[in-house]
């Protein structure tokens, strides 16, 4: 059987218009700028306006005309729809039927959705390019969309301050003979001993969303912030040496490293495992906060638009998330 090699063909991110600030959540909770940038490194975050079609369907419309753009190739092109998201639009219909309904798609193409929390984007690649390889498929479109405004509890301090609304999106194709982009090696993971740290009880089928639940205030995302950190400075580092060591690859290999976006300190801490340096980094949790599976993404994009990651650039991800699921991919663009 003849195999392929997998190409990122194009990318696409969408970040809400409204800014929400350190001060603007001061106002509500008892917080401050220099508390929140101190032990997060987050300045500023975007929120989501439904009244504008900002949900994750409608983020990853938006990031997706910028990726086929980019891609040179149309709609109806996309010939598989992945789609990562914690909460997405609603239960059914599927975010991924939906994406494909507003983008004009008429080809009838299988649309998934997959929540693996902040790691479902870094999840998807994975599996995308074991469907390219195969030539299952030619043109996929991995989506991570996220919309955590609408269950982040804005009046908890603990978790307000640390998440944000995004979507990315890349376009996953074969490479030509000619061409050397392809995925090395990837790894994923998930350790449920610690599921019940990072937690969204109510809304599913244990627990509707009724009146008593909103009265216990139950809606919202609870956490354990120092398990979550630990673990993921030390997965992270962990599934990033793998990937690299599995690939034939020392670390002064690697181009470019995109970390999830949680926090400054994990990022710092994960590159600090490995004495990676910072310049290789590429962060915006100072500007966007934790978008969750968007994180990756996003970054990818900014730091391809911006002429930093360039073809022929071997680049790293790293994802971590609810689960506690993690992964990390290792390519060359
Ligand atoms: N402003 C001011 N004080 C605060 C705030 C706040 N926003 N939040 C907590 N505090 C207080 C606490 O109440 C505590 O006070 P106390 O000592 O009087 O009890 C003190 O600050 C220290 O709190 P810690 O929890 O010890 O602070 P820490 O340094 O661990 O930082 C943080 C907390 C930022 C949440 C950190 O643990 C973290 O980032 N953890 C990882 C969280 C994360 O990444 N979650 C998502 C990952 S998975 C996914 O992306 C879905």
């Given at each position: 059987m003849k195999l392929f090699n997998t190409k990122i063909l194009?990318?696409?991110?969408?970040?809400?218009?409204?800014?929400?600030?350190?001060?603007?959540?001061?106002?509500?909770?008892?917080?401050?700028?220099?508390?929140?940038?101190?032990?997060?490194?987050?300045?500023?975050?975007?929120?989501?306006?439904?009244?504008?079609g900002e949900n994750p369907?409608?983020?990853?419309?938006?990031?997706?005309?910028?990726?086929?753009?980019?891609?040179?190739?149309?709609?109806?092109?996309?010939?598989?729809?992945?789609?990562s998201s914690t909460l997405a639009d609603q239960a059914m219909p599927n975010a991924a039927s939906v994406l494909q309904f507003k983008l004009g798609i008429t080809n009838n193409c299988p649309a998934l959705d997959v929540n693996a929390a902040c790691s479902g984007w870094v999840y998807l690649l994975p599996m995308a390019d074991a469907m390219i390889k195969t030539g299952m498929y030619k043109h996929i479109l991995v989506v991570g969309s996220e919309m955590l405004s609408s269950f982040n509890n804005w009046d908890d301090r603990n978790t307000c301050?640390?998440?944000?609304?995004?979507?990315?999106?890349a376009i996953l194709g074969r490479s030509s003979e000619t061409e050397d982009a392809k995925i090395y090696s990837t790894v994923l993971s998930s350790d449920s001993s610690k599921k019940d740290h990072l937690t969204l009880w109510a809304g599913g089928s244990n627990k509707r969303i009724t009146k008593e639940v909103i009265d216990n205030d139950e809606q919202w995302m609870t956490m354990n912030g120092q398990?979550?950190?630990?673990?993921?400075?030390?997965?992270?580092?962990?599934?990033?040496?793998?990937?690299?060591?599995?690939s034939g690859f020392t670390m002064s290999d690697v181009d470019w490293f995109i970390p999830h976006q949680a926090n400054l300190r994990i990022i710092e801490g994960v590159g600090n495992r490995f004495n990676?340096?910072?310049?290789?980094?590429?962060?915006?949790?100072?500007?966007?906060?934790?978008?969750?599976?968007?994180?990756?993404?996003?970054?990818?994009?900014?730091?391809?638009?911006?002429?930093?990651?360039?073809?022929?650039?071997?680049?790293?991800?790293?994802?971590?998330?609810?689960?506690?699921?993690?992964?990390?991919?290792?390519?060359k663009y």
């Amino acid at each position: 059987m003849k195999l392929f090699n997998t190409k990122i063909l194009g990318t696409g991110s969408f970040l809400p218009d409204k800014i929400l600030t350190n001060e603007d959540i001061a106002k509500r909770v008892e917080t401050n700028d220099q508390w929140i940038i101190e032990r997060t490194g987050i300045k500023a975050r975007r929120v989501a306006d439904l009244s504008k079609g900002e949900n994750p369907s409608g983020m990853a419309q938006q990031a997706t005309l910028r990726a086929l753009e980019a891609a040179n190739l149309t709609p109806n092109d996309i010939d598989c729809i992945l789609f990562s998201s914690t909460l997405a639009d609603q239960a059914m219909p599927n975010a991924a039927s939906v994406l494909q309904f507003k983008l004009g798609i008429t080809n009838n193409c299988p649309a998934l959705d997959v929540n693996a929390a902040c790691s479902g984007w870094v999840y998807l690649l994975p599996m995308a390019d074991a469907m390219i390889k195969t030539g299952m498929y030619k043109h996929i479109l991995v989506v991570g969309s996220e919309m955590l405004s609408s269950f982040n509890n804005w009046d908890d301090r603990n978790t307000c301050i640390l998440f944000g609304d995004a979507c990315g999106v890349a376009i996953l194709g074969r490479s030509s003979e000619t061409e050397d982009a392809k995925i090395y090696s990837t790894v994923l993971s998930s350790d449920s001993s610690k599921k019940d740290h990072l937690t969204l009880w109510a809304g599913g089928s244990n627990k509707r969303i009724t009146k008593e639940v909103i009265d216990n205030d139950e809606q919202w995302m609870t956490m354990n912030g120092q398990e979550i950190f630990k673990a993921a400075v030390k997965t992270m580092a962990s599934h990033c040496e793998k990937v690299v060591r599995d690939s034939g690859f020392t670390m002064s290999d690697v181009d470019w490293f995109i970390p999830h976006q949680a926090n400054l300190r994990i990022i710092e801490g994960v590159g600090n495992r490995f004495n990676f340096p910072m310049e290789k980094v590429i962060i915006n949790v100072d500007k966007y906060a934790n978008t969750s599976s968007a994180t990756v993404p996003v970054a990818f994009d900014e730091a391809i638009r911006d002429g930093r990651i360039k073809r022929g650039d071997n680049v790293l991800f790293a994802a971590f998330g609810a689960g506690l699921t993690a992964g990390a991919v290792f390519f060359k663009y």
